[in-house]
């Protein structure tokens, strides 16, 4: 079984909350492909590479979702989720709701329903 990597060694994450505003609900698959899209468009493979991004939760009744970067390269994927401009041959308005250092935070402040 291999070492398990210090704390000091890790990766240090960054979890963006955002929503596509659009008149219809969007799937999963067709947000990863955008979001990478968008990404690689903007960045190149090479800074696309650095950012380890990552589509964690999407909810397709609200149009929310959850993505991971690292945290060196947040400014840049923000910079490219507000290029997106359609979805699929829709279009669609990104509004990034906020970011966290942890995905419980994230999921507790920006993605659960409010009363």
Not at 89 to 106: A, D, E, M, N
């Amino acid at each position: 079984m291999p070492k398990q990597i210090l704390s000091s060694m890790r990766e240090r994450n960054r979890y963006i909350a955002f929503e596509l505003i659009s008149d219809s609900a969007l799937s999963r698959s067709d947000i990863v492909k955008a979001v990478w899209g968008s990404v690689l468009r903007f960045l190149g493979e090479l800074g696309a590479s650095k950012t380890s991004l990552w589509v964690m939760d999407w909810d397709e009744k609200h149009n929310r979702g959850i993505l991971k970067v690292n945290h060196k390269s947040l400014e840049e994927v923000r910079a490219a989720l507000a290029l997106m401009k359609e979805v699929n041959g829709q279009r669609v308005t990104p509004h990034i709701l906020g970011v966290s250092g942890t995905v419980k935070k994230t999921r507790e402040k920006y993605l659960e329903e409010k009363p």
